[in-house]
């Protein structure tokens, strides 16, 4: 069955044949899964429930004008969203048609209220005549029909229906969840359904070595705005347009737009655990059965299944990405980076966060709370941030010279770099020079076109203008990719977050926010403007784990 089908059909007779004929017929025929999936969903085929209402015109053809039909393929019942219900009723108000025939009352509607306002208020108010097969309803023949007690108890019955094959649903669905099993009609970008087992994830290898790529670039201190840029900069297809790609009917709602990466992509990718292997559904639930409104589900009661499948990066990556996004401190207005300190300093009496004051030319730290409250709630807790900044540096350096030699940490270089993982630079630069021949291949088709009188001459300026401005993007994203081929190969390592991370603690020169969210936890300020430092880890390899 074809999802989603609608159509209108109209049957007329000549006006010598009318007669008495008053009514203009509307035909409504409806299909949803729901009715396919009960045991005597042959009989509600869209084509025999054509085939009885044409039945039931041709037997009282001297009652109507016309017939029109009306036909909902693939629509559910529960509300009026149809595209053909929706032409019925804008008929029904211009007078179009003023009688309406259905096999059941099921098919005008599976909601209880919605069954009953439209026969209460649209067919008794606007005096349309309403007929139903299967109920023996018809409102112009015999009006009692319609306020029978078998009407509202019927339509009872139609909604319980829905709200039964709802719960069913719901329940086979929570199963698969706990179960590990996937249940999306899209795989996460990064991967694919298994192709023997669709209830299987596997890896996308194309689409994997970006994700890859994003959590190392993020996890190597590079921001999700930059991310961005680069991603684009590139050329490298978005979720969207690389499921469109690859020939999937993608849709995403919260596209903005939906040929370029966006922060709220990138932000997605780095929070879903799915790349570290686990299974989470559940995150979204429909309010209910009848309005279809999706509603966001509090994380504690998401579905989550421990390695289900191969991971795309490995889960100390991903906890290093969740840490990093958590310690991501706010942006000053008219700055591009948080302080250095954002976020990570305490008041050492009241543990209130200390703030940043910029006086003179320099920078001080001092208790929030007594700055708010006064000496009464707290004294002021302050230190230059030169002072602060030098007592953080040498603790760190000291703290590593102490705890492992400069051998044992190149040792654990040496040790890293046969994991090192990225895209595939040659691949994709391969892929967009395979997008300018195409592109001029398809110039020349068009040029040849044009000549052999096959299309107009604007349809060639237009064509030839198009492939020029996509080769132009291809050929910017062409030199990018060069670009950064060039980088690569100066510093093979910067593809593997652990190394960059190693050899920036022994050749740390000065600090940096990344450095110190990755290795501290937070730091006290005391009353004397002596400082504690809260690490993170009693011994760097125990941050550097791979």
Known sequence: MERNKTST???????????????????????????????????????????????YYKSHIAEFEYAAYYIDDGYTGTDTNREGFQRLLADIY?????????????????????????????????????????????????????????????????DNFSYQTSKKIRQVFDYKRRSGEFIGSFAPYGYQKDPLNRNKLIIDPEAAEIVRSIFTWFAGGMGKSAIVRKLNDLGILCPTEYKYSKGLSYYNPHAKDKSFWSARTVTSILKNQMYAGDMVQGRQRVKSYKTHVLEQVDPGRWYIVQDTHEPVV?????????????????????????????????????????????????????????????????TKHSIKHGTLENAVFRAL??????????DDIMLHIEALKPEAKGYDIDRLIALKEKEILKLNRYKKLAFEDWKDDKITEED?????????????????????????????????????????????????????????????????????????????FRNPFELLEV
């Open 9 to 55: 059909s109209v049957f007329s007779r000549s006006a010598a044949s009318m007669g008495k004929a008053a009514f203009k017929l509307g035909v409504y025929i409806r299909l949803s899964k729901e009715d396919i999936n009960k045991t005597y969903g042959a009989s509600d085929s869209v084509t025999n429930q054509k085939k009885l209402l044409e039945d």
């Open 94 to 158: 211009s007078k179009k048609i003023n009688c309406v025939i259905v096999k059941d009352l099921s098919r005008l509607s599976r909601n209880y209220a919605d069954a009953g306002g439209i026969i209460e208020n649209l067919f008794i108010g606007k005096n349309i005549r309403f007929i139903s097969l299967a109920e023996n309803i018809d409102s112009y023949i015999n009006p009692e029909s319609v306020s029978d007690i078998i009407v509202p108890i019927t339509n009872v019955i139609n």
């Open 314 to 378: 490995d889960k100390d990556l991903f906890n290093e990405a969740q840490l990093l996004s958590s310690r991501r401190a706010r942006i000053p207005y008219g700055e591009s980076t948080p302080h250095i300190f954002s976020g990570i300093l305490r008041c050492a009496d009241c543990a209130r966060a200390i703030s940043r004051s910029k006086s003179k030319g320099h920078i001080y730290y001092f208790c929030r709370r007594y700055k708010d409250c006064g000496s009464s709630a707290c």
């Open 397 to 406: 350096k000291n703290l590593i010279c102490l705890s492992v030699s400069p």
């Open 460 to 536: 060639y300026i237009n064509l030839n203008q198009s492939y020029s401005f996509e080769m132009k993007n291809i050929n910017k994203a062409l030199e990018n990719l060069n670009k950064e081929k060039e980088i690569t190969s100066i510093n093979s390592d910067t593809e593997n977050p652990h190394i960059n991370k190693l050899k920036t603690l022994i050749n740390m020169t000065e600090l940096s926010r990344t450095v110190i969210a990755e290795l501290i936890d937070y730091i006290e300020i005391y009353e004397d403007g002596s400082i504690s430092i809260n690490f993170r």
